[in-house]
C-alpha cells in the first residue's frame, strides 16, 4: 500500500497531477507515431529545427496577446509551416541542403524569438515559453493538446501507406503516380501540429523531446512499424508519468523531469532492449 | 501487349547542366533492349525520363498506349533498405493499383505473392523484414514485385549490380520470360558479354546516342570507342 500511495497518491490527491497526465497521454497518442516516422524518414535531426522554428511565432502570438492560447498557439504553428516550408524551398532552388537550411533556419528563430520575448517579457514568461508549465495546463490547452492526437492519428490513418512507401521507396510511389511531394508536406503540418500542442505542456525545447526519445528507444524493442509507433506510444506515456512523480516529489520543473525520464528509458532500451541492444550483441558474440 | 515508345530529340538538365542531349530513337512493342554507356552518361536519367519522374528539357518521349502501366525498378541506393517492412508485404506493393491507400490484401493478393516469392525463390524468407536479405536477394524481392505489377513496359536501372552470378542468371531468365510474354522491357547494364548473349537491341549512350539498335550492329568497338572519347570530354 505505501507503494501504491507514492506511484498513485499524488494523482489521486491533486487535480493539477491528474491533469499532466492525460495532457501527457494525448501528447504521447499524437507525438510516438510521429516520432516514428521521422526517425524513419531520417528527419530526426529536422524535427528538433522545427521545435526551435517554432519559437518566434509563439513569441510573437505573446507580444500580441501575452500568454494567451490561441495566440501562441497560431503563432508557432504559422512558423512551424513557414520554415518547413521554406526550408525545403531554398534546398530545391539553391545548392545549400534541406538539413543544413533547416539547422540556419532554427538557430536563426531560436535567436529570434528569445529576444522577442524578452520584450515584452519577464524572464518567468521566457521559461514559460521554453520549458512549459504541464502542471498548471487549462482546460482549453487540454482540449487542444487532445485535438491534435486526434487529428494526427486520423491524418496518419489515412496517410499512412503512402507515407511509409515513400521512405521505403520514393521512385515506386512517384511511378505509381503518387503525389510524394504533397504526401511530404501533409507529414510536416502534422509534425508542426504536434510540437505546437507539445509546446504547451513542456515548452519549445522539450516539446521535440517526448517525440523523438520514445521513438529512438523504440528500435530496441520493436521492429515493424506499427508496433514501433505503439512503444512509442507506450513509452512516452511511461516517461510523462515517472517525470510528473518525478517532479513532484524532487520538486523539480516538470518538462525537464519528463524528458529526462524519457532519456532514462533510452538508455536503458539501448543497453536491454530484445533487438540489436547492447546486451544483445554481448549475448550473440557468445562472450 | 507491350508499349511502344518514340523519343524525339529528348534532352534533360539537372540544374542547367545537360544531362542527356537530342537523343532519337524509337523502340517497338516487345522490345528487349539494353541501356550501356560510360559512368555519366546518363542512362539513368534516360530510364527516369521514360519513367516519367524526370521533365524533359527539350524535345518529348510518346508511349503508346498512353496510358499504360510502368513497373519500373530503381538502382538500390534509392531504397531504403533496412526499412521496417516484411519481405511478403514489400512484394505485396506491386499490387497497389488494386490495393492502394485503404483497401485490405484479399486471399488472391496474397496467393499472388505467394506465387511470385516461389518464382524468385523466396518463398522461405517471406516473414522475414527486408533488412535482412543479401544484396542479391533484394534484387529477387525487387522482381517478385515487379512481377506482380504486370506492367506492359518494365524498366530496370541496373538490376545486376553487385548482385551474385547465380542470382544474375535466375532474374535473366525472368526478364527473358517477360519478353516472351511480349512486355517491353529496358534495363541500364554494364556486363556487355551479357547484353551480346542475351539482349537482342543496345542503345549505347554517352550524353548523347552514340548508337542504337540492333545489338550486333550497336556494340561495335568503333562505337564503343566514340563512347569512351565522349565521355572522357
Known sequence: MIIWDALAGPFIEFGFMRRALVGVLALALG?????????LRRMSLMGDALSHAVLPGVALGFLVGGLSLPAMTLGGFAAGLFVA????????????????????????????????????????DLLHVLFGTILSIDDAALILIAGVATVTLLALAVLYRPLLLECFDPLFLRSLGGAGGMIHAGFLALVVLNLVAGFQALGTLMAVGLMMLPAASARF??????????????LALLAGYAGLLLSYYGALPSGPAIIVAAGVLHLISIAVGPHQSLLMRYRTRGV | MGTGLTIEDLSVAYERRLAIQNIAYTVQP???TAIIGPNGAGKSTLLKAIGGFLRPTQGRIMRSPEHGAVAYLPQ???????????????????????IGWFRAADAADREAVEAALAAVGLTAFAWRGVGTLSVGQFQRMLFARLMLQDAPLILLDEPFAAVDQRTVRDLTQIILDWQAEGRTVLAVLHDLDQVARQFPRTILLARRLIAGGPTETTLTPEHLEAAAAMADE
Do not use: C
Open chain 2, 30 to 32: 516487345g522490345d528487349l
Open chain 1, 31 to 39: 507525438g510516438g507515431p510521429i516520432g516514428t516516422l521521422l526517425i
Open chain 1, 221 to 234: 524493442w520493436a521492429r515493424q512499424v506499427w508496433s514501433l509507433a505503439a512503444v512509442s506510444i507506450a
Open chain 1, 85 to 124: 516550408l521554406a526550408s525545403g524551398l531554398i534546398a530545391r532552388l539553391t545548392p545549400l541542403r534541406e538539413d543544413a537550411s533547416f539547422a540556419a533556419f532554427y538557430l536563426f528563430s531560436l535567436a529570434l524569438g528569445v529576444m522577442l520575448v524578452s520584450l515584452r517579457g519577464s524572464n518567468v
Open chain 2, 76 to 98: 538500390l541506393a534509392e531504397i531504403e533498405r533496412d526499412f521496417p517492412i516484411t519481405v511478403s508485404d514489400a512484394v505485396l506493393l506491386g499490387r497497389w493499383r488494386r
